[in-house]
């Protein structure tokens, strides 16, 4: 699943591509990709030029004129292509906007769990869920000390809980808890004072370096719209077989359902 460095990537190369562009028309394939009434949705829309992209979490915000703006959440296998309209598309394409300079902005789900909607006058209700961007002041240590207090739970749960932290998925959950040298079943109430000032900083840090890089590109996440990623030549535990630091073997277990991969010397269970 793309997680934040990757849906950032995403935001970043469509807008550059598609700024200023107006939408001069939307087909709807698969209609369940859009949330609400589809004949709404495309009223809205038709007509409206990007102004801007924007993310929350993992979902892209994209804004036009007249303060009209629909979310994108990619999900699993989500992807946008920008292409030629004379260009083939295949079966697993299922929502085209047609752009006015005739190229068309293609959203692509082989899975089909992609969602899009519109995003209200009243609030973007979609994002009150999620909890503060992990760049944002409010993600700071009084916020993860209070969230963290009574959690009994493994903190590479508590990681992936969009209402701890926005935009966290199981690739950067691993490399947080590796750089923070904490096991990944450890209770996450039983954390220090130090142990939430690393979960801060290294959060920020290898999300930082992963939006650098360009996002992670392993296995289901690929790019299509030219951008590699690079962060996975950076992968300190998940995927990989031997730790950077000992050398240990590295070790796969499941955590509250998730594949996560640790390291047994540097990562011991307190």
Known sequence: MPELPEVETVRRTLLNMIQGQKIT?????????????????????????ITDIKRRGKYLIFEMDDDVAFYSHLRMEGKYYVQQSHEPYDKHTHVIFTLSDARELRYHDTRKF?????????????????????????????????????????????????????????????EILFRMGIHPNTKASSLNDDDIDNLIKYTR????????????????YTSSLGVTGRFQNELGVHTQKVCPICGSEIKKIKVQGRGTYYCPKCQVLR
């Not at 028309?25 to 030029?49: M, Q």
């Not at 701890?164 to 199981?170: D, E, K, M, S, Y």
């Open 25 to 49: 028309d939307i087909k709807v394939l698969y209609p369940n990709i859009v949330d609400g009434d589809i004949d709404a949705f495309k009223s809205a829309v038709i007509g409206k030029t």
């Open 114 to 174: 992609g969602r899009m909607g519109l995003v209200l006058r009243d609030g973007y209700k979609v994002f009150r869920g999620l909890g503060p961007e992990p760049f944002s002041d409010d993600f700071d240590h009084a916020y993860c000390k209070a969230y963290l207090k009574n959690k009994r739970t493994p903190i590479k749960g508590v990681l992936l809980e969009q209402a701890f932290v926005a935009g966290i998925g199981n690739i950067y959950a691993d």
């Open 205 to 220: 840090e290898i999300l930082q370096k992963a939006i650098d890089e360009g996002g992670t590109t392993i296995r289901s």
